[in-house]
């Protein structure tokens, strides 16, 4: 079975400062993808990066970058320059071949402070 | 961002009722999913549909049931709610398997 692991649950970080959130994933899959997602209080949730496994090159978008290591299981999500916009639910997720749903993560609360 | 919407956004309904929450996406996308969260708490799949007539059940088990009678629509009903049933109900698509998921805003649903 897929599982995904984030173990911070809350974290804060002070604006225009950098900040990570960790995730591991246990899988036997070999192609799969990962994302990061972001839910803001009482909005919509939104896409914040999206990772296929078998690119080697670590996304990035913007502010937001990511440190894949496959054989590791490790997805983290890097956020520079935080902003007051950026205090949000994230959450790591997991799709592989079986219809494309997602395996979520249990969340990270972030609180950027100004 | 997102063209897909959910009706309603907040439900309080009393025990015994059956509730149907709508799901549209106006984006063509062949798969469709069905999302239950507890405050504070990840997702969990409940139902997936990868095109018109198929649906399937996911990881959660729920005693909702869902429909696809047309690719833009997707509804979720419960026979009978339960304070159970009690939390947020998510709908996303997507337009191929490992594709990003577009979210709708949710139905936050209270069964008294």
């Known amino acids: 079975a897929q599982t995904v692991t984030q173990s911070q649950p809350e974290m804060s970080v002070q604006e225009a400062e950098t900040v990570t959130l960790s995730c591991t994933y246990d899988?036997?899959?070999?192609?799969?993808?990962l994302f990061w997602y972001k839910q803001p209080p009482s909005r919509q949730m939104i896409l914040v990066i999206r990772?296929?496994?078998?690119?080697?090159q670590n996304a990035t978008e913007n502010r937001f970058s990511v440190n894949f290591q496959k054989a590791a299981k490790s997805f983290s999500l890097k956020i520079s320059d935080s902003q007051l916009g950026d205090t949000a639910m994230y959450f790591c997720?997991?799709?592989?071949?079986?219809?494309?749903?997602?395996?979520f993560g249990q969340g990270t609360e972030l609180s950027v402070k100004p | 961002e997102a063209d897909i919407y959910q009706t309603p956004r907040y439900l309080v309904i009393g025990t015994g009722k059956k509730i149907t929450l709508e799901c549209s996406q106006t984006?063509?996308?062949?798969?469709m999913y069905w999302y239950q969260q507890d405050p504070g708490m990840e997702l969990h799949l409940i139902h997936y549909?990868?095109?018109?007539?198929?649906?399937e059940k996911g990881d959660l088990s729920s005693e909702s049931t869902v429909s696809r009678i047309r690719t833009e629509h997707f509804p979720l009903t419960l026979e009978s709610a339960r304070p159970s049933h009690t939390s947020q109900y998510l709908c996303?698509?997507?337009?191929?398997?490992?594709?990003?998921?577009?979210f709708g805003p949710g139905t936050r649903l209270t069964v008294t």
């Open positions: 996303a698509s997507s337009e191929y398997q490992g594709a990003k998921q577009y």
């Open positions: 899988t036997s899959e070999s192609n799969y993808y």
């Open positions: 990772q296929e496994a078998y690119k080697q």
């Open positions: 997720a997991f799709s592989y071949n079986q219809g494309g749903k997602l395996i």
């Open positions: 984006m063509g996308h062949d798969k």
């Open positions: 549909s990868y095109g018109v007539n198929s649906t």
